[in-house]
């Protein structure tokens, strides 16, 4: 079984940064592609950013160029840098991972979430 934790939200006020964390444990052998995705309140979830095993990033155009994803395959952790951050930031975000374990492939795996709270 694998598990995620999310952690790094908090409340900041625009145009300061974040940097989000998510830690992946269990019997892992492989994480493969790694997703940040945000929920805001009456809204649905939607994809912020995913990062490839090998490096390749893609973003949201509405964070395109703010946020940062990264990843330590060493560590199965993964990190999402907010700057410039925006009062329609604020969600819950949460990670999501495709990740091979000793005994099967998990293509989707959720952590709880970290809210992030942005006041204009």
């Known amino acids: 079984q694998v598990h995620l934790v999310e952690s790094g939200g908090g409340l900041v006020q625009a145009g300061e940064s974040l940097r989000l964390s998510c830690a992946a444990s269990?019997?892992?052998?492989?994480?493969?592609?790694m997703d940040w995705y945000r929920q805001a309140p009456g809204k649905q979830r939607e994809l912020v950013a995913t990062?490839?095993?090998?490096?390749?990033?893609n973003y949201a155009d509405s964070v395109k160029g703010r946020f940062t994803i990264s990843r330590d395959n060493a560590q199965n952790t993964g990190y999402l840098q907010m700057n410039s951050l925006k009062p329609e930031d604020t969600a819950v975000y949460y990670c999501?991972?495709?990740?091979?374990?000793?005994?099967?492939?998990?293509?989707?795996?959720w952590g709880q979430g970290t809210l992030v709270t942005v006041s204009s």
């Open positions: 999501n991972v495709d990740v091979q374990s000793v005994f099967k492939r998990y293509p989707e795996v």
């Open positions: 990062i490839s095993r090998g490096g390749s990033t």
């Open positions: 269990g019997s892992i052998v492989r994480i493969n592609a």
